[in-house]
Nanobody, 114 residues
Framework: QVQVVESGGGLVQAGGSLRLSCTAS????????MGWYRQAPGKQRELVAT??????TTYDDSVKGRFTISRDNAKTVYLQMNSLKPEDTSVYYC?????????WGQGTQVTVSS
């Protein structure tokens, strides 16, 4: 069984920081891209950041300069979230993409209070 598991969410005050972690495990190989998405109540899931196996990154305009995506290896990715705003409140999901499948984590709640 393939699992993608996120951790690190929680409650933080505006201006604070959180670091999310995601690890893919099981029979999964050759991950091309890992990324973070978020979905707030009443809104569609949206892209936050991605990182390729070559290290290239992309960010949504709303988080540029505040969030940083990084990786330890092909199966572990982080999202460093600085200068958090109440609008960042959402469930954050980790995604791993291979040539055959997209794998999703269960999500981790991030709540930013004003």
């Amino acid at each position: 069984q393939v699992q993608v598991v996120e951790s690190g969410g929680g409650l933080v005050q505006a201006g604070g920081s959180l670091r999310l972690s995601c690890t893919a495990s099981g029979m999964i190989f050759s991950i091309n891209v890992m990324g973070w998405y978020r979905q707030a109540p009443g809104k569609q899931r949206e892209l936050v950041a991605t990182i390729t196996r070559g290290g290239g990154t992309t960010y949504d305009d709303s988080v540029k300069g505040r969030f940083t995506i990084s990786r330890d290896n092909a199966k572990t990715v982080y999202l460093q979230m600085n200068s958090l705003k109440p609008e960042d409140t959402s469930v954050y999901y980790c995604n791993a993409v291979t040539a055959r499948y997209n794998y999703w984590g269960q999500g981790t709640q991030v709540t930013v209070s004003s």
